[in-house]
């Protein structure tokens, strides 16, 4: 009798501890804003982007996300410049990465990413901030290194006498 508990109670334990999953564990709320990407021509494209400005947003990113429309994106803000390495776990659909700098520059994009990579995307640059679009988002709407976003994050005031 005492083997048949042991094994029920171990059976029991199993069941109730934590299993690795190819899905989301816990939901993460991502606030929503606008920003506008500036070509170096004066025009400008509008985008609704998520914010991922916590290490639990910027961990989950657009993992296990489809659907992104040409007009939405997810802008991931960090704390100081820096080298900024991103990658492709778990996420079903390729994307550009834009890399900018704490003024709102483009310094670097990566364009059309492998689903579910595991491989880093690493930015050459210390930058600030990372935007993630659908792929095709760059060659589509002719957005370049040097190029300028726009949204509260960025110090734009440096950019705005030299333009």
Not at 56 to 78: C, I, N, V
Not at 89 to 117: C, H, Q, W, Y
């Given at each position: 009798?005492k ?5 029920l109670?171990l059976a029991?334990l199993?069941g ?5 999953s190819?899905?989301?564990s816990a ?6 804003d606008?920003?506008?990407i ?5 025009t400008a494209t ?7 400005d916590?290490n639990?947003?910027?961990e989950?990113?657009?993992m296990y ?7 939405q994106?997810m802008l991931?803000?960090?704390p100081v410049?820096?080298r ?6 778990n ?10 700098d704490?003024?709102g520059e ?5 364009e059309?990413t492998v689903?579910?990579?595991?491989d880093?995307?690493?930015?050459q640059?210390?930058v600030r ?8 988002f ?10 300028l976003?726009e949204?509260?994050?960025f110090?734009l005031e ?6």
């Amino acid at each position: 009798m005492k083997r048949f508990v042991l094994i029920l109670g171990l059976a029991l334990l199993a069941g109730c501890s934590p299993e690795k999953s190819s899905q989301p564990s816990a939901a993460v709320v991502f606030e929503k804003d606008g920003a506008r990407i500036v070509r170096q021509d004066g025009t400008a494209t509008a985008l609704t982007v998520e914010i991922a400005d916590t290490n639990a947003k910027r961990e989950r990113g657009l993992m296990y996300r489809t659907g992104l429309r040409d007009d939405q994106g997810m802008l991931f803000l960090f704390p100081v410049d820096q080298r900024i390495g991103m990658w492709m776990a778990n996420t079903p659909e390729p994307l550009d990465m834009i890399f900018i700098d704490s003024r709102g520059e483009i310094k670097e994009i990566v364009e059309n990413t492998v689903p579910f990579s595991h491989d880093e995307i690493r930015s050459q640059n210390s930058v600030r901030a990372v935007l993630e679009v659908k792929a095709g988002f760059c060659a589509k709407t002719g957005v370049k290194t040097g190029d300028l976003v726009e949204h509260a994050f960025f110090k734009l005031e440096k950019h705005s006498s030299t333009r």
